[in-house]
């Protein structure tokens, strides 16, 4: 077999289009390779651009596979690549194809060439720097170039444009160089690589083709795919320097080395980049410029160069503050510009430094910036942006340089750099306040820009809690110390400490919405001598915190607490508001490291844990809650609930007391220990039996459970006595004693709440336990036994009306001394009144002049006398008291009825009234004897009228005289002077009596004797 070329073997199943297939197809090829016993190593690629085939294995006709283990890509014990073939020939490839772009079947081709002393391979010369790759006419699979000294070397194949590193071999086969490392020629001479594609074979101390540059901006273009570009840089040993590109510029994109003059690469891109490149090594220097750029290997690059170390001409940015006109600087791109360079004057600055770019109105290209000391070190930098700033930790006395970099394309950017040190001007004075004082705040301007609060305290040894509240929540805080440190930068609240003055940024992100207003809160949370004395002392968080309640607003901001925590320590935190608002406490866990330990989860709610390493000792942490975002008040009520077990402490019980309890009887018992729990249980067993205590309390310390135990029927003797924590561990305490229960009255006998006479009290003999036997009964009045009232009821009599009567309640059970108990004494009053049943009946007619008689009616219980009043239209009628009654005149047309009065004695009494009665007129009066007419009758003489006896007696009389039974007109007194015209009739007078009250009466006399003339 020929040292080269390679043998090929080829199976083509059909041809295929261009992805690849999901479907793996374990592929087995075997071809007989004529390759003479000996030859040192082979080369193996897979060929076929539609298939992956891997080759397995070489093997002769009596070894199953001598490069088994090993496939003919692998490393030899040599650490070279591909496969020593001992023995004799012939030999076999096993070929196992694992996928095929287009599917299943596939043709694929294996190629398997010799490296041990290669023959017939093209011969290219070295290639220059800004010059394009070679290829071989005609295309071979190796290429053998010759290196004239030992040193750096690159050998790519470059497919596309697109450079890949190449492995070289020495002679015998040996592998120089591999495809991810430096390479590095051990000495001159001839080298070979296997690839079908141009070669691009660089000897890196060489400078042909390299170009001289100037500092500033460089253009230059990739004229064929592949190339690259040397730049002689103009700067001695010890310079720095940095060579920037513009900002998302299209392709190609130029990725720049630097190398000295033997060709050893000082600076990668990134430094570069950075300006942090440091040119070591031996001058003169050159900058290699290339791409891997696949969409586009060619096309022109801009590159600009700075130098870094030594002061430039360069305009200064002038120191700023935080007012809204403090001085500034502005940097413009466009017109083949993308990056300006700024400086810093050395005696113009303090220690610590917040640096910003902002984008002018009307530029929305994003722009970078970064600051360098005159060594070249990068003090700070920033990622692209249209609004972001940086702090920059300055070195005292010296200048820097800030280069900024944009795009190509007309901008403007403003940049400011402000002092953050305790001489920061422009800030507004925030004294710090005791937890739980008020608030202050202030306005936003537009996202991105800043607004600086300097706090203050006493001693740089005081704990502080920053916060900033706003209604979008987007506002951020950035604390910088006395020195200027950068403290913390947060979207949430945080703690600081070692400073006495503190210079907070309050901030909105540029890609966020700014609110107009802000809520800020600085409180002295701690001391040098501990938690702030407004912090509450929680003395045990076994099983965690709280809860507490309270009520937060802008002039009470927070509440505090000391925990006694541990380095694991973890919380749940349970938040609510009590009157029913979403928004709820924010707390926030500052542990010695002030690490704020609490995350929020939309679906959980907060959690806080203790972010310390690990430590046997105390961890001590801060809890504060504080008002949320959105509200300026709460009404919170909030538990830190520790899943496991936390702090120093672990469960222990100690003790018990008492150690005994009568049987019968509740008996409070005091656990003590440690760690106790509200839901541990205290357990005494006894041949089976068991009783479990209700936990009333946990003290604050966790140090003593307060259990109650239920000794109704428990038998007397010992009881062993367990706690049994909340998650199943039992610790025993030793023995409990019940003893016997004596009687006790827990509540008193009762005879009801009233006593009268004639009442029919029953005792309830009370509460007792154990429940008594049996019960004796002794009613007593005035405190003085009554003779015979020994039962549970008792009829009250008369005799003790106002006396006070009770019961005294005897107790006995069988083993017991009796026990008596007396129930509360009653005053007897009188008994219930008579009650009518039958109402009284007036009898007689009700008119003037009547005699009326009531009946008493029936009552219940029986009446001893009765009394009376009679009434008219409701009123007592003076003097009208007995069961009979004349009505007088002057009650005409009233209404009249009495009130019966039922009197029993050592009772109140009873009363009844029937309906009354209207007053009618009494009896007209009756003449027993007629009137009469005395005189003459003949004109001219007077006649008188007696008027008769009458019954009852009229109170006064009318007279109407007549004449042969006509009225006469006018004569209506008691006599009539007889006239002219009454001759020869015949004269009578009717005589009307009254009575007051009655109706009138009438009588006629007879008639006198016809009147004479």
């Not at 989860?601 to 001590?620: M, Q």
């Not at 009225?967 to 002219?980: E, H, V």
Request: with cysteine.
């Amino acid at each position: 077999m020929p040292s080269y070329p390679r043998t090929a073997a080829r199976s083509e199943r059909s041809a295929g289009s261009a992805a690849y297939a999901t479907l793996l197809l374990a592929l087995s090829v075997l071809f007989a390779l004529l390759i003479p016993a000996g030859a040192a190593q082979a080369y193996a690629p897979t060929a076929a651009a539609d298939t992956r085939a891997d080759t397995t294995a070489a093997a002769d006709t009596t070894a199953d596979e001598d490069c088994a283990a090993l496939p003919l890509s692998g490393l030899d014990e040599d650490d070279s690549e591909g496969c020593v073939l001992p023995g004799d020939g012939p030999y076999r490839a096993l070929s196992q194809v694992g996928e095929a772009e287009h599917g299943f079947p596939a043709e694929h081709t294996l190629a398997v060439g010799r490296i041990s002393d290669p023959a017939d391979c093209a011969h290219p010369a070295l290639n220059g720097y800004n010059s394009g790759p070679t290829a071989a006419d005609p295309v071979h699979g190796c290429r053998t170039f010759t290196a004239p000294a030992a040193g750096r070397y690159d050998a790519y194949a470059v497919h596309d444009g697109v450079r890949s590193l190449l492995a070289v071999y020495g002679q015998g086969g040996r592998t120089v160089c591999e495809t991810w490392d430096v390479c590095s020629l051990p000495a001159a001479g001839d080298y070979t690589v296997f690839t079908d594609a141009p070669t691009l074979v660089i000897d890196h101390s060489a400078t042909t083709g390299c170009e001289p540059v100037e500092l500033g901006v460089h253009k230059s273009q990739f004229t064929v795919g592949g190339e690259i570009d040397c730049l002689a840089l103009p700067l001695p040993e010890g310079a720095r320097l940095a060579v920037l590109e513009p900002l998302f510029g299209p392709a190609p994109h130029p990725d720049v080395t630097l190398v000295d003059a033997d060709g050893i690469q000082r600076c990668d891109p990134s430094r570069l980049a950075d300006g942090t490149c440091g040119l070591t090594g031996k001058a003169p220097f050159r900058a290699l410029v290339s791409t891997d750029s696949y969409s586009k290997p060619t096309g022109p690059y801009t590159l600009a160069l700075h130098r870094t170390d030594a002061a430039a001409d360069c305009p200064a940015i002038p120191a700023g503050d935080f007012t809204a006109t403090g001085p500034t600087a502005r940097v413009t791109t466009g017109d083949g510009v993308f990056s300006r360079c700024l400086s810093i004057p050395a005696n113009d600055h303090s220690a610590q430094e917040n640096i910003q770019l902002q984008a002018a109105p009307g530029t929305r290209d994003l722009a970078q910036f970064t600051v360098l000391d005159v060594q070249g070190k990068q003090i700070c930098s920033v990622r692209p942006s249209v609004s972001t700033w940086t702090t920059c930790a300055l070195t005292p006395g010296v200048a820097h340089t800030v280069l900024v970099t944009g795009r190509d394309t007309p901008a403007e950017y403003i940049l400011t750099r402000r002092d953050v040190t305790a001489t920061a001007k422009g800030c507004t004075a925030n004294p710090a306040t005791k937890p739980g004082g008020p608030s202050t705040g202030g306005t936003l301007g537009a996202p991105g820009e800043l607004r600086c609060r300097q706090v203050t305290t006493a001693d740089a040894k005081d704990t502080l809690h920053i916060d900033v509240r706003d209604p979008l929540g987007t506002a951020n805080v950035v604390v910088h110390g006395d020195d200027g440190t950068p403290l913390c930068n947060k979207n949430q609240a945080c703690a600081v400490t070692g400073s006495t003055h503190y210079q907070v940024l309050v901030t909105v992100p540029a890609t966020l919405k700014a609110p107009g207003s802000y809520r800020f809160d600085a409180l002295r949370i701690a001391g040098p001598d501990g938690p702030a004395a407004e912090c509450d002392k929680s003395q045990s968080i076994a099983y965690g915190y709280g809860p507490v309640t309270g009520t937060l607003d802008e002039e009470h901001t927070a509440f505090c607490a000391a925990l006694p925590t541990v380095y694991s320590d973890r919380f749940t935190m349970e938040i609510s508001d009590t009157t029913g608002a979403t928004d709820t406490a924010v707390p926030a866990l500052y542990d010695p490291s002030l690490d704020n330990g609490c995350t929020y989860s939309a679906s959980s709610g907060y959690s806080c844990r203790v972010i310390e390493s690990y430590s046997r000792e105390l961890t001590p942490s801060i809890l504060v809650l504080s008002l949320p975002e959105r509200a300026s008040q709460t009404s919170y009520r909030a538990e830190a609930v520790c899943p496991g077990l936390c702090g120093m402490e672990r469960v222990t019980v100690t003790k018990l007391t008492p150690a005994t309890g009568v049987s019968g009887t509740r008996t409070t018992v005091a656990v003590t220990g440690t760690a106790l729990h509200k839901d541990h249980r205290l357990v005494l067993r006894n041949s089976g039996r068991e009783i479990t205590g209700t936990t009333v309390s946990v003290s604050p310390d966790r140090r003593t459970l307060t259990a109650e135990l239920d000794l109704t029927g428990a038998a007397e003797g010992a009881w062993s006595a367990s706690v049994i924590t909340h998650n199943g561990a039992e610790y025993s305490r030793g023995n409990f004693t019940v003893t016997s229960a004596p009687l006790r009255n827990s509540a008193l006998p009762t005879i009801g709440t009233t006593a009268r006479v004639g009442d029919h009290l029953t005792v309830s003999p009370g509460t007792w336990t154990p429940a008594p036997a049996s019960y004796a009964y002794q009613w007593h009045a005035d405190g003085l036994p009554i003779t015979g009232a020994t039962a549970t009821a008792y009829t009250v009599p008369v005799s003790l009306l106002g006396k006070k009567i009770g019961v005294t309640v005897t107790a006995r059970r069988a083993g017991t001394p009796d026990v008596p108990a007396t129930s509360a004494a009653l005053t007897v009053a009188k008994g219930a009144a008579p009650r009518v049943t039958t109402t009284p009946n007036i009898t007689g007619t009700v008119k003037v002049g009547a005699k009326l008689t009531t009946t008493s009616g029936s009552w219940t219980p029986s009446a001893t006398s009765y009394g009376y009043q009679w009434k008219a239209d409701g009123k007592a009628v003076k003097g009208a008291t007995a069961s009979t009654y004349t009505v007088p005149a002057s009650l005409l047309g009233k209404y009249i009825t009495v009130t019966v009065t039922a009197h029993r004695t050592g009772h109140a009494d009873g009363s009844a009234t029937p309906a009354s009665v209207k007053v009618a007129k009494g009896s007209a009066p009756k003449a027993t004897k007629q009137p009469t007419i005395s005189g003459t009758a003949k004109a001219g003489r007077t006649l008188k009228a007696a008027h008769g006896t009458w019954t009852p007696a009229p109170t006064s009389y009318g007279y109407q005289w007549y004449a042969n039974g006509k009225a006469i007109s006018g004569a209506t007194k008691s006599s009539l002077t007889l006239k002219s015209a009454q001759r020869g009739k015949k004269i009578t007078v009717k005589v009307t009596a009254r009575r007051t009250g009655h109706a009138s009466g009438s009588a006629t006399s007879k008639a006198t004797k016809a009147v004479a003339r």
